[in-house]
C-alpha cells in the first residue's frame, strides 16, 4: 500500500501499526489541527492544509513527527 | 556481499532494508529518528521478516552517501544496547548503593520516620566556633605579643582639637 498518496488538495497517509503508534499518532494529530484538517477515514489519514502549501511536504513531516513524538514518548 | 540499498535517482529517496534479527526494532527507530534532520523517513515492512526505511533527503545529497550513513547509525545504535544490556547489573548495583546510603540497613528509606524526629540532627550537634560564647571579648581576635594594636584614641585619648 501507498504510504503517500496525493488526491487533489489532500494527502492521505497509510501507517504501518506495527512501527507507528496509535498515541503517537493521535498526538500528531492533534498537534497538525492547527495547519491542517485532519479525517481519518477507510483510505487512511487524509490532511488537508488550511493554508495552499506543497502538500507532500506536509505528508513526509507528519511521518517525522509522529517518529520524534514516539522517541520523546 | 548483497548490498541492503535500493536508489531510486530519479524519485530521489533510498531505501534500506534492515534484518529485524540483527538489529531491533528500537534501534531501527532510534536511527531513524536520528535522520529526521536531515532526510524524511519513513518506515515500513514486516517486524519478523524486514525493516523497510526510505529515506528523501530534505537537501541535495548523494543517496548512496544517506543509506550507507543510515547503516553506520544502525551498527552504532546497536552496539549503544548491547552496552547499556552489559552495564545493566552494575548500574543496578550502583543505584541501590546510592539509594542504601540513606536507609537504616533493613531497606530503602527516602522519608524520616517518626523516631527520626527525637534524635538530634546532624547540624544541630556538630561544632559550631561562631556560637560559642565569647568569655573575653576585648581581646582581639589575631596575637598581638607586642601591643601594637590599639587604637590610637584608646591609647592616646582624643584629639581635643577635633
Not at chain 2, 535500493?6 to 532510534?30: A, Q, R, T
Not at chain 2, 517518626?114 to 566556633?129: F, G, L, M, S, V
Request: one cysteine or more; hydrophobic letters at 35%; charged letters at 35%.
Amino acid at each position: 500500500m501507498e504510504k503517500i498518496k496525493i488526491i487533489d488538495n489532500q494527502v492521505i497517509l497509510n501507517f504501518n501499526k506495527q512501527f507507528y503508534s496509535d498515541d503517537a499518532i493521535e498526538m500528531a494529530i492533534r498537534d497538525f489541527s492547527e495547519i491542517c484538517e485532519v479525517d481519518e477515514t477507510d483510505k487512511g489519514l487524509c490532511l488537508t492544509p488550511k493554508e495552499k502549501t506543497e502538500i507532500n511536504l506536509i505528508g513526509l513531516e507528519f511521518y517525522n513527527y509522529v517518529l520524534g513524538v514516539m522517541k520523546n514518548n | 556481499m548483497k548490498s541492503n540499498l535500493e536508489i531510486n535517482k530519479k524519485k530521489g529517496f533510498v531505501i534500506v532494508s534492515v534484518n529485524p534479527k540483527i538489529y531491533p526494532l528500537d534501534v531501527v527507530m532510534s536511527a531513524a529518528y536520528i535522520f529526521t534532520d536531515k532526510c524524511y523517513v519513513l518506515v515500513d515492512g514486516d517486524l519478523s521478516e524486514e525493516i523497510i526505511v526510505e529515506l528523501r533527503p530534505k537537501d541535495k545529497q548523494e543517496l548512496e552517501d544517506l543509506g550507507r550513513d543510515f547503516n553506520n547509525e544502525l551498527v552504532n545504535y546497536a552496539t549503544y544496547a548491547i552496552q547499556t544490556l552489559k552495564n545493566e547489573n552494575l548500574r543496578q548495583a550502583i543505584i541501590n548503593r546510592v539509594l542504601l546510603t540513606n536507609s537504616d540497613g533493613n531497606g530503602v528509606s527516602l522519608s524520616h520516620s517518626e523516631t527520626d524526629n527525637d534524635k538530634p540532627k546532624p547540624w544541630e550537634t556538630e561544632d559550631k566556633p561562631w556560637e560559642k560564647e565569647d568569655s573575653s571579648e576585648d581581646k582581639p581576635w589575631f596575637d598581638d605579643p607586642e601591643g601594637i594594636a590599639v587604637p590610637w584614641e584608646e591609647k592616646y585619648g582624643k584629639d581635643k582639637d577635633n
